[in-house]
């Protein structure tokens, strides 16, 4: 018997083949879970926000209807935005006639100290007139935009000017640099400005949009009411006089002009004097938060924000 001592050839390659491929494979897993790169978010430039991630438009809002009903005893407290003092108040006085029992507290120390009161837990919702910083949307907040702010500068028809006024003219006119309508194009007579009184909601959202924060001029041609309300502002405007209210309430008046701004009136999607109001919140499941934003976002709650300006 013949002994073959010869070595049998293997077929299919080698094992370290099918270890490098282990290998590879388990490095790609590892690229893929642990080191991809994030996408960046995108950032939409303030003023044109769409909504923020997390919130949903009055249009859109499936996680806020109008409640059935809202348990006696429920109490919803939101504090921030003065701008945002007579919205607050109308739609407390709206919910609490929609659902009676129940209590609606308002506080008014500014959008930053109402988020930080949400953030504490002191409050349900903060009112704010500035969207969320990226800081603020990682510690959990969320921002419902219900309505939007439209200023309107106004003068009586009979006033001789009949032009528009640039974003700039409407600021120095009411710091009180520019004092009469000859430097703006009109008659040789001196600008009467009226002002609404510093309680006033209306008063310091144009402080913050056309004034950017500045002061309101103190000079003899400025004068402020002794309280805030658009009618007698609106009569005593005569052939001299400039003013301004919310757009809604001018828009019919039959004894009053809109000037343009920029070339534009109010009704223009790129209006300047223009921001949107949010309410804030933290927590979606909270009823009261349910129950308040539900009636804010509805048609109600749009109704009573509408006439929410005297």
């Keep these: 018997m013949t002994n073959d001592n010869t070595s049998v050839k293997r077929s299919g390659p080698p ?15 590892y690229w893929f879970f642990f080191r991809k790169p994030k996408v960046a978010p995108v950032v939409t430039p303030p003023g044109l926000e769409a909504p923020q991630a997390g919130t949903n438009t009055p249009a859109a809002s499936a996680n806020f209807a109008l409640q059935p009903s809202v348990a006696a005893g429920t109490t919803v407290s939101i504090d921030g935005s003065t701008s945002m003092v007579l919205i607050n108040e109308a739609l407390k006085a709206g919910f609490m006639q929609q659902y009676p029992g129940t209590q609606v507290n308002t506080a008014a120390v500014g959008s930053d100290n109402g988020i930080q009161a949400l953030l504490g837990g002191s409050v349900d919702v903060a009112a704010s007139s500035r969207s969320l910083t990226p800081q603020e949307q990682a510690q959990g907040l969320m ?41 703006l194009g009109g008659p040789d007579t001196t600008i009467r400005v009226i002002n609404r009184p510093s309680v006033s909601g209306t008063h310091v959202a144009f402080q ?32 001299d006089g400039i003013g301004y209210a919310t757009f809604s309430q ?34 979606a499941n909270s009823p009261a ?13 749009q109704q009573a924000i509408a006439a929410a300006g005297n």
């Design 289 to 301: 938060v349910q129950a308040f934003l539900g009636f804010a976002l509805s048609p109600q709650g």
């Design 250 to 283: 001018v828009a019919d008046q039959q004894t009053v002009r809109v000037v343009p701004i920029d070339g534009v009136t109010p009704e223009a999607a790129n209006y300047p004097f223009q921001r949107p109001l949010y309410y804030v919140y933290k927590d």
């Design 208 to 239: 913050e949009i056309v004034l950017a924060g500045g002061q309101f001029g103190t000079s003899p041609n400025i004068t402020t009411l002794n309280r805030d309300a658009t009618t007698p502002m609106l009569q005593q405007l005569g052939t």
């Design 15 to 29: 094992p370290i083949v099918f270890i490098l491929l282990l290998v590879g494979l388990l490095g790609g897993a």
């Design 143 to 183: 921002a419902v935009p219900v309505t939007t702010d439209r200023l309107a500068l106004v003068i009586g028809n009979d006033n001789p000017f009949k032009r528009g006024l640039s974003t700039a003219q409407v600021a120095q006119i009411f710091e009180g640099q520019l004092t009469n309508w000859s430097t």
